[in-house]
């Protein structure tokens, strides 16, 4: 079956724009996290979802950063009056339930350049 | 805070050698997982082995198995009989078993693991 998607794929914004990155998740899957990952450093957590409840916001590095899912599928990252450190890539992931024992399945993730 | 420390930045093998990359963690909880993660160049991470902390055996996945150290807090992987196709970044990742709920994966810097044909 499909894969988690994300869109775009790569995003150059200048400094002081807002930006949404948008995350499909393998359907009928619980949970939802977003990762951010600098260049050459390890994914680092950013938040989660279970369904529509976010339930863990705390590696989100400033007020700047807003994470939705509305419907408990599709979910929305939005970094608002973007800064050049938060140039990265975007990772997504998703698994079937909440807990280490269901696999996290990555997306592809967004390229963010901001200039 | 978990951490998760891989010393190795970069790692060079001859095709079908085997080669064993290093992890260590630090952690004050006793229930949690371990995991192995490869990021090809293409970027899409893809779960390579896991290993739960209350198991002694170590975990094993065709040609990947773990040296698991608990009391070292050590977690390396080892590749048989490399593969051209395991060139990648291999990240060692940590999680909290918090009885269903998930913190997020803790992730080390990285590995990059080159196999020479």
């Known amino acids: 079956g499909a894969g988690v998607s994300q869109s775009p794929r790569y995003k150059v914004a200048k400094r002081g724009q807002d930006v949404a990155l948008r995350c499909d998740p393998i359907?009928?899957?619980?949970?939802l996290f977003w990762y951010q990952q600098a260049l050459g450093q390890g994914p680092e957590f950013l938040t989660y979802?279970?369904?529509?409840?976010?339930?863990?916001k705390s590696g989100l590095p400033s007020d700047r950063f807003f994470a939705e899912r509305p419907e408990g599928s599709v979910s929305t990252l939005k970094i608002q009056r973007t800064q050049q450190e938060d140039s990265a890539v975007y990772l997504c992931?998703?698994?079937?339930?909440?807990?280490?024992?269901?696999?996290?399945?990555f997306g592809p993730g967004t390229r963010l350049t901001v200039t | 805070a978990q951490t998760v420390t891989q010393s190795q930045p970069e790692m060079s093998v001859q095709e079908a050698e085997t080669v064993t990359l290093s992890c260590t963690y630090d952690?004050?909880?006793?229930?949690?997982?371990l995991f192995w993660y490869k990021q090809p160049p293409s970027r899409q991470m893809i779960l390579v082995i896991r290993?739960?902390?209350?198991?002694?055996q170590n975990a094993t996945e065709n040609r990947f198995s773990v040296n698991f150290q608990k009391a070292a807090k050590s977690f390396s992987l080892k590749i048989s009989d490399s593969q051209l196709g395991d060139t990648a970044m291999y990240f060692c990742?940590?999680?909290?078993?918090?009885?269903?709920?998930?913190?997020?994966?803790?992730f080390g810097k990285g590995t990059h693991l080159i196999i020479q044909p």
């Open positions: 290993q739960e902390a209350y198991k002694q």
């Open positions: 992931a998703s698994s079937l339930a909440l807990g280490a024992l269901y696999e996290q399945y």
């Open positions: 359907s009928g899957h619980v949970s």
């Open positions: 990742a940590f999680m909290e078993d918090s009885g269903g709920g998930a913190d997020g994966l803790t």
């Open positions: 979802f279970q369904n529509e409840a976010q339930l863990d």
């Open positions: 952690t004050s909880e006793n229930n949690y997982y």
